[in-house]
């Protein structure tokens, strides 16, 4: 079984900063692609970053040049470095673990509690 936990959300204000970290049990942690994903009131969840198992990134658009998503695989911990903070980037942030074993078709998909994160003046 996999189990993300995460941490890090806050109030900020417009132009701040915020490290969101997620913490996974498990084994497979290093063999997974990990992600970001957000959600608004009222608006469907949306990705934010990806991070596959050989450290390979990428952004939405919105995002791009102000967050930044890393991983350590020794603490099983992924990152997201949010910088330059907008209103708009008001949501619920999710962390994402995604593993399959093509050998066996066993597909692994677990999704962390949230952490809220309000930038507000």
């Known amino acids: 079984q996999v189990q993300l936990v995460e941490s890090g959300g806050g109030l900020v204000q417009p132009g701040g900063s915020l490290r969101l970290s997620c913490a996974a049990s498990?084994?497979?942690?290093?063999?997974?692609?990990m992600a970001w994903y957000r959600q608004a009131p009222e608006k469907q969840r949306e990705l934010v970053a990806t991070?596959?198992?050989?450290?390979?990134?990428d952004y939405r658009d919105s995002v791009k040049g102000r967050f930044t998503i890393s991983r350590d695989n020794a603490k099983n911990t992924v990152y997201l470095q949010m910088n330059s903070l907008k209103p708009e980037d008001t949501a619920v942030y999710y962390c994402n673990l995604d593993y399959s074993n093509r050998l066996t078709g066993r597909r692994y998909n677990t999704w962390g509690q949230g952490t809220q994160v309000t930038v507000s003046s």
């Open positions: 498990g084994s497979i942690f290093s063999s997974a692609t």
């Open positions: 991070i596959t198992s050989g450290g390979s990134t």
